[in-house]
Structures are given as structure tokens and as C-alpha cells.
């Protein structure tokens, strides 16, 4: 069974930097592409950003493009998403996800960490 632990999140001033981790475990991670998602109250779930299996093609959303990057080692089994100047508006709970191969929906999901960003 696939299970996905997100850490690394917490209370950050506007501004600085946080980075976030997911370990996965139960299935070989290096066939899965990976992604990161967040949730702030009253919004829709956001895209943030995915990374291949091989971690050869990586993309960020537009709103976080320049200061948002992902990362994996599969040696690790772990995804990381490495925040920068981040701000209020990034406050919401991080979610990391994995999916077989490179279509389709994400399949499988971490338990989500809370981002809070204070001004």
C-alpha cells in the first residue's frame, strides 16, 4: 500500500523560505510522477507544481513560477517543494500526490502539512 508523509511545514514570516518534503513508501516511487497541491478554507484545491518519474521534466504553476521549485531523489524515495519569498496568500495546507506515469489524475495522497504565512 502507498503511503505519502508530508513534512517540513509550519509558521513562516512573508518573505522567507520553507521547504517541504514528502517521503513515500510501499511502492517503487521511482515510477510514479509526483506532485504538489494546497488547500487554503473556502478554495478549491491548486495545483502547485509536478515533477516526472526520472525527475528530467519538472513544472510550476504560473502563481508560484520564480519562487516555488520541486525536486526529487529517488534514492530517497522523497519529493521536495522548496518555497521562496513566500507570502500570506500562500497560506494554505500542502499536499503532496503521485500518480503511475505522466496522464491521468494523481492517485495517491499524503495527509497534507499546514503552511502559515504571517505579514
Known amino acids: 500500500q502507498v503511503q505519502l508523509v508530508e513534512s517540513g511545514g509550519g509558521l513562516v514570516q512573508a518573505g522567507g523560505s520553507l521547504r517541504l518534503s514528502c517521503a513515500a513508501s510501499g511502492h517503487p516511487f521511482n515510477t510514479y510522477d509526483a506532485g504538489w497541491f494546497r488547500q487554503s478554507p473556502g478554495k478549491e484545491r491548486e495545483f502547485i507544481a509536478r515533477?516526472?518519474?526520472?525527475?528530467?521534466?519538472?513544472y510550476v504553476a504560473d502563481s508560484v513560477e520564480g519562487r516555488f521549485t520541486i525536486s526529487r531523489d529517488n534514492t530517497k524515495n522523497t519529493v521536495d517543494l522548496q518555497m521562496s519569498r513566500v507570502q500570506p496568500e500562500d497560506t494554505a495546507v500542502y499536499y503532496c500526490?503521485?500518480?503511475?506515469?505522466?496522464?491521468?489524475?494523481?492517485?495517491?495522497w499524503g495527509q497534507g502539512t499546514q503552511v502559515t504565512v504571517s505579514s
Open positions: 515533477i516526472s518519474s526520472n525527475g528530467d521534466v519538472a
Open positions: 500526490a503521485i500518480r503511475p506515469g505522466s496522464l491521468g489524475p494523481f492517485k495517491y
